[in-house]
């Protein structure tokens, strides 16, 4: 997969600590994670293993340099078999490649290939205040399924959780 600025392609570990980088470079900023602190590239690595190309991927972006500009995981939804073809996608982009549509390229390409895994349902799991990844998962086509007030603190402050689903078939007759 690949567009003029960016190829993408499944992570290797030794992407590891360049993605663990990327993800932790969000934290401060309090719009992205959960995380209140930096993560240590070992506490990853049994969430890395999980990730198997045939069925939940984890992709890195580069640039023409090959320099990572960011990733994108999809991860199972509640773990139990009924669930087993939703997913949830999560983006992460590196501080200076914002903005650039990497971040719609990415989803774009996993609502592509999220059959191909068998996943016809896609959720995001974004805060409420993140105005930039609401907006861009809502002009791929999600909706808006949940809202769970309230339930991350985040220096002090209440933050509402939405869910964002996009399903990608047809409902059975």
């Not at 069925?55 to 500009?69: F, I, T």
């Not at 087993?84 to 390229?105: F, K, W």
Request: aromatic residues 10%.
């Amino acid at each position: 997969m690949s567009d003029s600025a960016f190829t993408v392609r499944p992570a290797l570990q030794r992407d590891l600590a360049s993605i663990v980088a990327i993800y932790n470079s969000t934290v401060a900023s309090r719009m992205v994670t959960a995380d209140t602190e930096p993560v240590a590239v070992e506490s990853r690595q049994a969430w890395f293993d999980a990730h198997q190309p045939e069925r939940r991927p984890l992709w890195v972006a580069e640039d023409g340099e090959g320099r990572m500009a960011g990733w994108l995981s999809f991860s199972d939804f509640y773990g139990r078999p009924a669930y087993g073809a939703t997913a949830e996608v999560s983006i992460y982009l590196d501080a200076t490649r914002r903005g650039q549509g990497l971040g719609r390229y990415l989803l774009q390409q996993a609502i592509a290939h999220a059959p191909q895994i068998g996943v016809n349902t896609l959720l995001g799991f974004i805060f409420g205040h993140n105005g930039p990844s609401l907006a861009l998962f809502t002009s791929l086509g999600f909706e808006r399924w949940g809202n769970l007030p309230r339930v991350a603190v985040l220096d002090g402050v209440e933050r509402d959780l939405i869910i964002l689903g996009r399903h990608l078939t047809k409902p059975a007759e």
